[in-house]
Nanobody
Framework: VQLQASGGGLVQAGGSLRLSCAAS????????VGWFRQAPGKEREFVAR????????DYTDSVKGRFTISRDNAKDTVYLQMNSLKPEDTAVYYC??????????????????WGQGTQVTVSS
C-alpha cells in the first residue's frame, strides 16, 4: 500500500488543520494506521493511531482533547483533525500503516508503510 499525507501548512497558535492520509494500491480498511511527527533535532514521536474498523483510537498525552484521528474506509483515507494548535506541535507529520494481522502499537518499528510527510508550522 502507498500512503500520501497532505494538509499541512502554516497556522497561528490556536488554529486548526486537518491532515489526510490517502492510500493507493490496496484498500486501507485492512490496515491499522498511525500518525507520527518529527520536529527539527528531535526523534520521531507517536501522535495517534486508529484500528482498521475505526473503533479504537489512541493518542499521546500531549494531544489528547485537541487532536482527533478518524478514517473513511470508503475513501481509503485517514484523517488527523488538529485543533487548538500550539507552537510545540510544529513538525513534519507522517502517516504509517501496518496490516491488521500483525502486532501494532506506538513504536515506529511497528509500522511497515510510510507516507512522505507533511509540514505543520504553528506560529506564536
Amino acid at each position: 500500500v502507498q500512503l500520501q499525507a497532505s494538509g499541512g501548512g502554516l497556522v497561528q497558535a490556536g488554529g486548526s488543520l486537518r491532515l489526510s492520509c490517502a492510500a493507493s494500491g490496496r484498500t486501507l480498511r485492512t490496515y491499522n494506521v498511525g500518525w507520527f511527527r518529527q520536529a527539527p533535532g528531535k526523534e520521531r514521536e507517536f501522535v495517534a493511531r486508529i484500528n482498521g474498523g475505526g473503533s479504537r483510537t489512541d493518542y499521546t498525552d500531549s494531544v489528547k482533547g485537541r487532536f482527533t484521528i478518524s478514517r473513511d474506509n470508503a475513501k481509503d483515507t485517514v484523517y488527523l483533525q488538529m485543533n487548538s494548535l500550539k507552537p510545540e506541535d510544529t513538525a513534519v507529520y507522517y502517516c504509517a500503516a501496518r496490516i491488521w494481522t500483525r502486532t501494532w502499537g506506538r513504536e515506529s518499528n511497528e509500522y511497515d508503510y510510510w507516507g512522505q510527510g507533511t509540514q505543520v508550522t504553528v506560529s506564536s
